[in-house]
């Protein structure tokens, strides 16, 4: 299953864009209380939006961003445009899902 | 036989620069892949330098289209809701930072074609400042809204 959740409501010419993606965000410095150790940083940095194949945002994240991002944004588009999500970790992870408004 | 040593010998020569070259970091896959990601901006310890690294400028105005949208108080610092929306014509660049986290700079956005509104949420460490930085056409322009912490959301 998609680690990325969207919500799609046209308005007008634009695009009301909500996004939730399932991701832990660890930043490296929370420790495990079992073992005592650092849970190694894991977190989203590349965050990037397209519409129609045309790139409309790319987002730069940190571990500052909270556990299971959240994104809204506003696009210009119409109903039935294709609207794709992808990020990458610092792990080298990565995840993508597309979907028409 | 004397020339085929030879070869072998040069073979096993260019493997191993390609293996110390891995081995000393110069080609770390993570490096390649994340290549567009700002971390010397994602690194700093302060937001005059995160905003020198990011826009090569720390030369920011005040500015009233700018609305910075965050609640007065945040129970829980792990999650805070933040919104930053410019009215400034040819607003490409939008950033989040918080001044006293480890490291100030929460996120950029970089909007080819979104307009400039970007809501997301946050983790801040104490009681501060979330200010949105606007890059409008190479002018940077910010606003903030305090945020008061009741737990910080770095810890564990």
Not at chain 1, 20 to 30: A, D, K, T, W
Request: net charge negative.
């Amino acid at each position: 299953m998609s680690t990325i959740r969207m919500r799609i409501s046209p308005a007008g010419d634009v695009l009301d864009v909500k996004a939730l993606i399932r991701h832990p965000m660890e930043s490296g410095n929370r420790e495990d209380k079992s073992t005592g150790e650092k849970i190694p940083a894991n977190y989203i940095q590349k965050l990037m939006v397209s519409v129609n194949g045309e790139n409309v945002m790319d987002g730069n994240l940190s571990e500052a961003v909270s556990k299971n991002p959240y994104l809204n944004i506003k696009v210009p588009g119409k109903k039935g445009d294709e609207v794709k999500i992808s990020w990458t970790s610092n792990t080298g992870e990565s995840d993508e899902a597309s979907q028409a408004a | 036989m004397q020339t085929k040593r030879r070869v072998f010998l040069k073979g096993s020569l260019a493997a191993s620069a390609a293996g110390l070259a891995v081995g000393a970091g110069l080609l770390s896959p993570r490096a390649v892949l994340a290549a567009d990601w700002p971390e010397a901006a994602f690194d700093s310890d302060s937001m005059d330098n995160a905003l020198n690294e990011l826009f090569g400028s720390g030369d920011v105005a005040d500015s009233g289209d700018i609305t910075v949208k965050a609640p007065d108080i945040a129970e829980n610092g792990a999650v805070v809701p933040v919104t930053v929306e410019s009215s400034i014509a040819d607003s490409n660049q939008v950033a989040i930072f918080v001044s006293k986290n480890p490291t100030p700079l929460v996120a950029s956005f970089d909007l080819s074609g979104a307009n400039p509104f970007v809501s997301t949420r946050i983790r801040m460490g104490e009681t501060d400042d979330v200010t949105g930085v606007v890059n409008a056409g190479g002018k940077l322009f910010k606003a903030s809204k305090e945020v008061k912490v009741t737990i910080g959301g770095c810890g564990g």
